[in-house]
């Protein structure tokens, strides 16, 4: 912790000059800028207003789904608009070569499929059977994963984190061919019955990719059940770690206070910035966001971008909090996409999906933030419209009245992703979201 003569230069290199300043810090340095964030916590009784709207946004609209549960229902079936349904949107993905036909990838988790969605609102299937569970390579129909959770696009392929198949698949978008691209994939029952092959990931979480100027792809994964985020030659599939907890039992407290300037506790989510020369890690554990430096003579530097590690040990009273990095309190962040300058997060507890931006750490509402049935106590709801209905899940119009239900991920398609010529349905920013429980693709604009 540093000396209190410290804190003023501490604070002018964490908080003023933004996190992509911070990636340049010591490790020591940047050791100081969490311990800071964790004095700093402003104290209950001052909290006037906890949420700070992103004016960027206006608007919130179902793009396709029902709304209502896909499993026992006969409406399994793609379709335009209403006419399609989901069980859980786990993942959404998307990148500089959907731009020009406009569509988003989706995890379906609950039924095991990859689905696209066009931005008009059609919906197809790419990969996966009804309710079957599987590992399956193939084309078409004949793939199967197993719950995966997290898709990720670059160049011609689509890459999907097979969460209960511990292991990296890959999908040709022109053929929906599908091939193991790391693992090996093994379940965990067939660990449990004794299979001979040893997962080499546990729980694949987020993925992200980007193609370099000369074709190269990198596919990065956060490995939740390793604490670790690795890079996977989109081609060959070679693994590499690229940032790991260090060998200390004691780096967390009891409490859940975040203690170890390089510790991880539950990787989650993860998005790329479209040059590829950042990483955003939302991790649900710490309830915070990290940054990791991609630039080659960075050796994937590690740096804390926004959040407190508030205690889970009912101290606090309020776990919503907009504004500078080191005030603001994501719960249990998971989902978590980029543009050039900001990140947008699916805060799950919190029921709502944030912004931060990129270069001063800055945490905003983009919507939602209702606390429904699942945390009534949390979090406060000072500085929503007087009208604002927590209790109405996932309810679309203006974004100050819109509602989310246990979100879970998003894409962003901005002119920063696709270009200034672009079309996109919001401009400059179109932000597709999906939660567990609106069974809904939507856009906010």
Not at 86 to 96: D, H, K, N, V
Not at 106 to 135: M, N
Not at 214 to 220: A, N
């Amino acid at each position: 912790t540093p000396a209190p003569q410290d804190h003023t230069l501490v604070r002018a290199r964490c908080t003023s000059q933004g996190s992509m300043a911070r990636l340049q810090l010591s490790a020591a340095a940047a050791a100081a800028c969490l311990a800071l964030a964790s004095s700093e916590q402003v104290p209950e009784a001052q909290k006037v207003k906890n949420v700070v709207q992103d004016p960027r946004f206006s608007s919130v609209a179902t793009v396709a789904g029902s709304g209502m549960e896909a499993i026992g229902i006969a409406a399994l079936d793609d379709g335009q608009g209403a006419g399609a349904a989901f069980t859980a949107l786990r993942g959404l993905g998307g990148g500089p070569s959907d731009c020009d036909d406009g569509v988003v990838y989706v995890v379906d988790q609950k039924i095991s499929k990859i689905r696209e969605v066009s931005w008009g609102g059609l919906t197809g299937t790419l990969g996966g059977i009804d309710d079957l569970a599987g590992a399956a390579n193939g084309c078409g129909g004949n793939s199967t994963f197993r719950t995966p959770h997290a898709v990720a696009s670059a160049g011609p392929y689509l890459f999907i984190a097979d969460t209960s198949n511990n292991c990296v698949r890959r999908m040709n978008k022109n053929d929906q061919c599908v091939i193991t691209l790391a693992g090996p994939c093994v379940s965990a029952e067939a660990k449990e019955a004794g299979d001979s092959e040893k997962a080499q990931f546990v729980k694949p979480r987020g993925i992200a990719a980007h193609q370099a100027d000369d074709g190269t792809i990198s596919v990065y994964m956060t490995d939740e059940g390793n604490d670790r985020v690795v890079r996977i030659d989109g081609e060959s599939g070679e693994v590499t770690t690229i940032s790991e907890n260090p060998d200390n039992p004691e780096a967390i407290s009891s409490d859940g206070s975040f203690i170890n300037a390089n510790i991880w506790k539950l990787p989650r989510g993860l998005a790329i910035t479209p040059d590829g020369l950042t990483l955003i890690v939302a991790d649900d554990g710490l309830n915070q966001l990290f940054t990791i430096d991609l630039t080659p003579s960075a050796n994937y530097s590690r740096a804390w971008l926004a959040g407190q590690n508030w205690p889970e040990n009912g101290s606090v009273s309020a776990t919503y909090i907009d504004g500078p990095p080191a005030v603001a309190r994501f719960n249990r962040p998971r989902g978590v996409c980029a543009d050039g300058t900001h990140a947008f997060v699916a805060d799950f507890m919190n029921n709502a999906f944030r912004s931060v931006d990129l270069k001063t750490g800055e945490v905003k509402t983009v919507f939602g933030g209702s606390s429904g049935t699942d945390c009534p106590t949390c979090p406060s709801l000072e500085g929503f419209p007087p009208d604002y209905n927590p209790d109405n899940k996932a309810a679309d119009g203006p974004v100050a009245n819109a509602t989310a239900d246990n979100p879970t991920a998003c894409v962003v398609f901005s002119t920063t992703v696709c270009g200034d010529n672009a079309t996109l349905p919001g401009s400059p920013v179109s932000l597709f979201v999906g939660d567990d429980f609106s069974y809904r693709v939507r856009v906010v604009t």
